[in-house]
């Protein structure tokens, strides 16, 4: 089974207009993204999901110039957009990730897709993120394409969940989801590795700045754990962001 | 069977891994797979093994039951990964030390061996498969030499690659962990990144002080432990043992005395035994002695390895 990687970006946010293409340790964060899962040895394709909005033009020159695949489709039907990207790879396993997480470790997506592949007879969805216990910002959602297509079908074109793509699998209770849970090293919810907030983007530049003077290029989550633990005044700026997905996922505000 | 880079076919780990297993009747046929197809074609044809293009193929069509993998060490963290994410992942994986590079592997693999309760992990540390080195750790523990009071080791060939060996026999033998005082720079080694150094500080009751060599001018191993009641010279890379006892000679002085029924050769069948162990453990489940290579022991040494490090960058920053 060969696998496809979907980035979701785009440069319009309320909180952090353009927030994918801001600077950490002198590169956009979607270009450190894409060289994150490019390291991932499972994954087979990667494409760029993004808008046909004028704003994301400059997402598509960024694909351009890298080579990756950009695909673009609607702003808000964000499930439509995903599913319709998919399409040519049905049959194939589909890497789900999202833009305001480009610290993903491309390990933890080699180990969910082979957690996938092993038990594909029993599980139709892999995450960290129904029940998050690694890093904020650490997700990774592995499934087949096919089951997104069936839940592009389902969801109604004008149900205003369609700005959201994996809720529909893990909620609609017609898949055999797992959610993987940290280990205890890795176990660290209290940390926020996404760039939503003008405070996320602190955290996150700081991340980037000080590997890029180490000249680590590609560093792992336990890097960034590690980096945390020993700066947590750091870790603290943005540990009181009130995060948009709480409502979806049934998690109070702190 | 994943084997490693070498040049000369009788002179590698590759080739003693696959004589231990060819050896060893309960193990049917071997695969192959390195990097440069002409070498796995060799070293198939000597064992009358089945050589594969890639780590896949061999997993997809051989279906191996134990994969050993004795490659470079910067890429055991890699192969690692790739037999624990793959649907036909074998029921055992044994590693040549080390077992990865750096800590965020460790976590990475401990992590993966959760995920994969079906699966175990042991790292060849050789002189835990070695009676000798056993029966004297043993001793040491028992105190059957009376107090520790000084060790001297001699090593090459650069501090996590080598240096490992003299971590992990100490802690088969004491519950301390180095207490390192002075770490200085001693030479390179042939592996990027991996200083050969000086060190000396407290273990225990006593004293230790391990001297770093130079492998351009020649290779050596070599431990000698010193005790209140005796002394264990450790020599020839760890192939021979010498004990001494003290005794009081005609003069009322504390000599030692070589005694040659406790002294000989060892790491003779290391391998054999390693192997002897593994298919004990696929018949039987018990883990016994492969618990001292398991991930769990094995992450002691290698946090011990690297902490000496971090102190010899401190100390020399």
Same mark, same amino acid.
């Given at each position: 089974?060969?696998? !496809?990687?979907?980035?979701?970006?785009?440069?319009?946010?309320?909180?952090?207009?353009?927030?994918?293409?801001?600077?950490?340790?002198?590169?956009?964060?979607?270009?450190?993204?894409? &060289?994150? !899962?490019?390291?991932?040895?499972?994954?087979?394709?990667?494409?760029?999901?993004?808008?046909?909005?004028?704003?994301?033009?400059?997402?598509? &020159?960024?694909?351009?110039?890298?080579?990756?695949?950009?695909?673009?489709?609607?702003?808000?039907?964000?499930?439509?957009?995903?599913?319709?990207?998919?399409?040519?790879?049905?049959?194939?396993?589909?890497?789900?990730?999202?833009?305001?997480?480009?610290?993903?470790?491309?390990?933890?997506?080699?180990?969910?897709?082979?957690?996938?592949?092993?038990?594909?007879?029993? !599980?139709?969805y892999v995450s960290n993120g129904i029940e998050i216990s690694y890093p904020n910002g650490a997700e990774v959602n592995v499934y087949s394409v096919d089951s997104l297509l069936e839940c592009d079908k389902r969801v109604g074109k004008h149900n205003p969940m369609r700005e959201h793509v994996d809720v529909h699998l893990y909620q609609s209770g017609l898949y055999k989801c797992e959610n993987l849970l940290a280990p205890p090293w890795f176990n660290r919810p209290d940390l926020y590795l996404e760039v939503d907030t003008p405070k996320d983007y602190q955290v996150m530049k700081a991340i980037g700045d000080h590997f890029e003077?180490?000249?680590?290029?590609?560093?792992?989550?336990?890097?960034?754990?590690?980096?945390?633990?020993?700066?947590?005044?750091?870790?603290?700026?943005?540990?009181?962001?009130?995060?948009?997905?709480? &409502?979806?996922?049934?998690?109070?505000?702190? | 069977?994943?084997?490693?880079?070498?040049?000369?076919?009788?002179?590698?780990?590759?080739? #003693?891994?696959?004589?231990?297993?060819?050896?060893?009747?309960?193990?049917?046929?071997?695969?192959?797979?390195?990097?440069?197809?002409?070498?796995?074609?060799?070293?198939?044809?000597?064992?009358?093994? *089945?050589?594969?293009?890639?780590?896949?193929? $061999? +997993?997809?069509?051989?279906?191996? $039951?134990?994969?050993?993998?004795?490659?470079?060490?910067?890429?055991?963290?890699?192969?690692?990964?790739?037999?624990?994410?793959?649907?036909?992942?074998?029921?055992?994986?044994?590693?040549?030390?080390?077992?990865?590079?750096?800590? #965020?592997? +460790?976590? *990475? +693999?401990?992590?993966?061996?959760?995920?994969?309760?079906?699966?175990?992990?042991?790292?060849?540390?050789?002189?835990?498969?070695?009676? *000798?080195?056993?029966?004297?750790?043993?001793?040491?523990?028992?105190?059957? $030499?009376?107090?520790?009071?000084?060790?001297?080791?001699?090593?090459?060939?650069?501090?996590?690659?080598?240096?490992?060996?003299?971590?992990?026999?100490?802690?088969?033998?004491?519950?301390?962990?180095?207490?390192?005082?002075?770490?200085?720079?001693?030479?390179? #080694?042939?592996?990027?990144?991996?200083?050969?150094?000086?060190?000396?500080?407290?273990?225990?009751?006593?004293?230790?002080?391990?001297?770093?060599?130079?492998?351009?001018?020649?290779?050596?191993?070599?431990?000698?432990?010193?005790?209140?009641?005796?002394?264990?010279?450790? #020599?020839?890379?760890?192939?021979?043992?010498?004990?001494?006892?003290?005794?009081?000679?005609?003069?009322?002085?504390?000599?030692?005395?070589?005694?040659?029924?406790?002294?000989?050769?060892?790491?003779?069948?290391?391998?054999?035994?390693?192997?002897?162990?593994?298919?004990?453990?696929?018949?039987?489940?018990?883990?016994?002695?492969?618990?001292?290579?398991?991930?769990?022991?094995?992450?002691?040494?290698?946090?011990?390895?690297?902490?000496?490090?971090?102190?010899?960058?401190?100390?020399?920053?």
């Amino acid at each position: 089974m060969k696998f !496809v990687a979907t980035i979701q970006a785009r440069m319009g946010s309320s909180r952090l207009p353009g927030k994918v293409l801001m600077q950490a340790g002198g590169k956009p964060f979607l270009q450190r993204h894409v &060289e994150r !899962v490019m390291m991932s040895r499972l994954v087979d394709k990667i494409i760029i999901a993004t808008t046909v909005e004028p704003a994301d033009d400059a997402i598509a &020159e960024l694909g351009r110039l890298h080579g990756i695949e950009v695909f673009r489709g609607s702003e808000d039907d964000v499930l439509g957009r995903v599913a319709t990207c998919l399409q040519p790879y049905s049959g194939w396993g589909h890497v789900e990730l999202v833009g305001d997480s480009p610290f993903v470790d491309p390990q933890i997506i080699d180990e969910f897709v082979g957690f996938f592949l092993k038990n594909k007879e029993t !599980v139709d969805y892999v995450s960290n993120g129904i029940e998050i216990s690694y890093p904020n910002g650490a997700e990774v959602n592995v499934y087949s394409v096919d089951s997104l297509l069936e839940c592009d079908k389902r969801v109604g074109k004008h149900n205003p969940m369609r700005e959201h793509v994996d809720v529909h699998l893990y909620q609609s209770g017609l898949y055999k989801c797992e959610n993987l849970l940290a280990p205890p090293w890795f176990n660290r919810p209290d940390l926020y590795l996404e760039v939503d907030t003008p405070k996320d983007y602190q955290v996150m530049k700081a991340i980037g700045d000080h590997f890029e003077a180490k000249d680590k290029k590609i560093f792992t989550l336990s890097d960034i754990i590690d980096f945390l633990s020993d700066n947590p005044d750091i870790a603290a700026i943005n540990q009181r962001e009130h995060r948009k997905y709480w &409502e979806i996922k049934g998690i109070s505000g702190a | 069977m994943i084997a490693g880079q070498f040049q000369k076919l009788t002179d590698t780990k590759t080739y #003693s891994h696959a004589k231990a297993i060819s050896e060893n009747e309960y193990f049917g046929e071997i695969g192959f797979y390195d990097r440069n197809p002409e070498r796995a074609h060799k070293i198939a044809h000597s064992f009358n093994g *089945r050589r594969f293009g890639s780590i896949e193929e $061999l +997993l997809t069509s051989h279906k191996p $039951l134990l994969v050993s993998i004795c490659s470079p060490d910067n890429c055991h963290f890699e192969q690692i990964s790739i037999l624990l994410d793959h649907p036909n992942c074998p029921e055992i994986i044994f590693v040549e030390k080390p077992v990865c590079k750096t800590v #965020s592997e +460790l976590d *990475r +693999l401990k992590e993966k061996l959760v995920r994969n309760p079906q699966v175990s992990l042991f790292v060849n540390h050789s002189r835990r498969f070695d009676e *000798r080195h056993v029966e004297t750790a043993r001793a040491i523990r028992s105190n059957a $030499l009376g107090q520790f009071t000084s060790c001297r080791m001699d090593y090459y060939g650069g501090w996590e690659h080598n240096g490992i060996h003299l971590v992990d026999f100490i802690l088969m033998c004491f519950d301390n962990e180095l207490d390192v005082v002075n770490a200085s720079y001693g030479c390179f #080694s042939k592996y990027p990144g991996d200083e050969t150094i000086h060190l000396s500080g407290n273990l225990g009751t006593g004293k230790f002080n391990f001297r770093a060599h130079d492998e351009k001018y020649y290779q050596i191993t070599e431990t000698d432990l010193f005790f209140e009641n005796g002394r264990v010279l450790i #020599s020839d890379f760890g192939q021979r043992f010498d004990y001494f006892e003290k005794i009081v000679n005609d003069e009322v002085e504390n000599v030692l005395m070589h005694i040659p029924e406790k002294s000989g050769v060892a790491m003779q069948c290391q391998m054999s035994t390693a192997y002897a162990e593994l298919r004990r453990f696929l018949q039987t489940g018990e883990l016994k002695s492969l618990e001292n290579v398991s991930i769990g022991t094995v992450e002691k040494v290698m946090r011990h390895v690297w902490k000496v490090k971090d102190t010899y960058a401190q100390l020399n920053s």
